[in-house]
T-cell receptor, first 117, second 115 residues
């Protein structure tokens, strides 16, 4: 299957700092990337959908000024958590899909565990 | 209404036995895809199996098979010959072809395989 990498895998930062998480599709071109947030023992919560070269579409309740998403190329999307606070601590997972048909599965990155002190 | 419903928060199965994880879905889109993912404790989401709404046959991938009952809107995952490494969270997901690229995930089922 396709490979998606995510970096860093784990980050600890101080409150008020910004953190950037990278998501890369290694062996395919990802027309669409998704960013999810997952709390312990809960399902994935979609934060935003990003298409290469266009602005991300954010889900209701997700602050776009706080969670900046850039999808500059077909293989790279970044999520920047600006002015992070302890309540932003979570597991962030990206996924990528190569097409827009229902048969195209998402391939997930390994996730980034963010801890804000 | 929930797009994807997984009613079993936790399941136990004896090693080498088969287990069925339930998933029901709700959509009015005639064209959709159903997916199952496995999430071990490491956190990575692993794609297991896919079923398209127009597929006539139930999908199978090794020890995984999908019991697709379209009229009942159910897409249960069957794992045969369970192994200790199957212990993980399992998520059912759906993608509607005509209403965007978004995937809808269920709340997950935690499977524990007992030796």
């Amino acid at each position: 299957g396709a490979v998606v990498s995510q970096h860093p895998s784990r980050v600890i930062c101080k409150s008020g700092t910004s953190v950037k998480i990278e998501c890369r599709s290694l062996d395919f071109q990802a027309t669409t990337m998704f960013w999810y947030r997952q709390f312990p023992k809960q399902s994935l919560m979609l934060m935003a959908t990003s298409n290469e070269g266009s602005k991300a579409t954010y889900e209701q309740g997700v602050e776009k000024d706080k969670f900046l998403i850039n999808h500059a190329s077909l293989t790279l999307s970044t999520l920047t958590v600006t002015s992070a606070h302890p309540e932003d601590s979570s597991f962030y997972i990206c996924s990528a899909t190569s097409g827009q048909t229902s048969t195209d599965t998402q391939y997930f990155g390994p996730g980034t565990r963010l801890t804000v002190l | 209404a929930q797009k994807i419903t997984q009613t079993q928060p936790g399941m136990f199965v004896q090693e080498k036995e088969a287990v069925t994880l339930d998933c029901t879905y709700d959509t009015s889109d005639p064209s959709y895809g159903l997916f199952w993912y496995k999430q071990p404790s490491s956190g990575e989401m692993i794609f297991l199996i896919y079923q398209g709404s127009y597929d006539q046959q139930n999908a199978t991938e090794g020890r995984y098979s999908l019991n697709f009952q379209k009229a009942r809107k159910s897409a249960n995952l069957v794992i045969s010959a369970s192994q200790l490494g199957d212990s993980a969270m399992y998520f059912c997901a759906m993608r509607e072809f005509n209403t965007g690229n978004q995937f809808y995930f269920g709340t997950g089922t935690s499977l524990t395989v007992i030796p």
